[in-house]
């Protein structure tokens, strides 16, 4: 016949002892006494038990802080820990928690509450066998467990104060980038390191920030995205390689090292959420042999960190879906036509010259009435990547409605623009769109105004040329550009 498993009793009440050992030695389990948490300390280091049923209020030592050290030693972190209260509500039963209690039942249970809660928590486990945290010898005094006690609180004050710096990024910081980097440098402060990574994924759209001191080499960059693709492959982050963007944020001079060469990884914390692997964040390093930092505080840092990065990431998504065509990924009508009223008047106060673009796909009914609508989206979405290649990263290129799309192009004048019209024209009309044939081809027409300083018109007239222009490139003959030339003033 087998051992019956032990339970520690622990309560400064003789009279709930003796209930406890009565309700639970006749279900078949051996029962040991201790009157307070320091008793019980110095029980388990005769002999561990299976299981620890605690009083929270005892004199000297309390459950909870019993139940503290009991968890941070690794020979007994696993030994379940009921508490009693005697609140039916208040906080008692959060601080329960916290300690890594398993159960926090009332002090005036039933025997069958009792009883059914120490049978769950052994069900499928063996009794321990008989031996203590250190066989032979004494245990600690009171002044020992007291100390430990104390270098375990100064731990939780330490994460705690890191935590609560943590949030205050989150809290004082109003863009993503910059919230970003001030946590690298908060992060950098605690954990020495040289380059970040992080990967946020909401399953559909993706994005890898890299983070890298001010003046880093172009070896330690690569080396950074290379490092957080590898490890986003490895962690099994969902992402598709045409909806996923590259970051690359500017951090600060960095004080740790000097090296410019390849990156290593110090720490990494892949991010779930259920099944899911939604991010990860790591840290790298360039020094020689720089050490890998691990444990419970560090996963528990990076995982409070990511939680600050993502509400930022997701904000600045929410905010980019209110102004972007969900097709096409361009800036939609709306927002188009708000920067473009604060452009003109810029452009008006600083007697600078614009031109607006307007495109139009040819025929795209028969696109849509021969190979149907997914292809029509998908030509509209291709459409839009040539675009972004086209134009400047200063261009404000949108989708105006259907298959018609605008672009502002900020101190340009009419030649240059009829420049860029005409290469955007070619680039369409060479480029096979996506489609169950190959020979799916598309052609654009262009229409081309701009607004010269001094001029009396608003932008919605300059728009408007530019439609005109459009329509005169439709009646042309289409895959054409035309230019509506502004008078002078």
Known sequence: MSDPFRVLLVDDSETVSGMLSYILESEGYATETAGDGMEALRAMFRRVPDLV???????????????????????????????????????????????????????????????????????????????????????????????????????????????????????????????????FRLLRDIVPHESMGVVFSDGVLSECVIVVPDGAGEEARASARELTGRLREESGVPYSADRTVWTEVAGAASPVSEATGPMMPLAVRPIRSGEMVKGLLALYSGAPEAPAIGGFHTETLLQHAFMVLENSWLYRQIARMSVTDGLTGLTNVRHFRETMRMEHARAKRHNDPYTILMVDIDHFKKVNDVYGHPVGDTVLRELGTVLRDIVRATDLPARYGGEEFIVFLPQTRLPEAAIVGERLRKAVERKPFAAPSPLLRCTVSVGIADYLPGGGEGEREVIARADQALYEAKRGGRNRVVCYEAKEA
């Not at 039933?110 to 032979?136: A, D, H, N, Y």
């Open 53 to 183: 049923l605690m009083a929270i209020r005892m004199p000297r030592l309390d459950g909870i802080q019993a139940c503290r050290l009991i968890k941070s030693e690794d020979a007994t972190c696993d030994v379940p820990v009921v508490l009693l209260t005697s609140q039916e509500l208040g906080s008692e039963r959060i601080h329960a928690a916290r300690a890594g209690a398993e159960r926090c039942l009332l002090r005036d249970s039933s025997p069958q509450e009792i009883s059914s809660t120490v049978r769950e928590l052994l069900e499928g486990k063996v009794p321990r066998p008989p031996k203590g945290l250190s066989p032979g010898g004494a245990a600690p005094d009171d002044l020992e467990f007291h100390m430990r006690l104390n270098s375990l609180l100064e731990d939780r004050l330490f994460e705690a104060t890191i935590a609560n710096e943590i949030s205050r990024v989150g809290r004082e910081v109003d863009d993503f980038e910059s919230t970003v980097r001030a946590m």
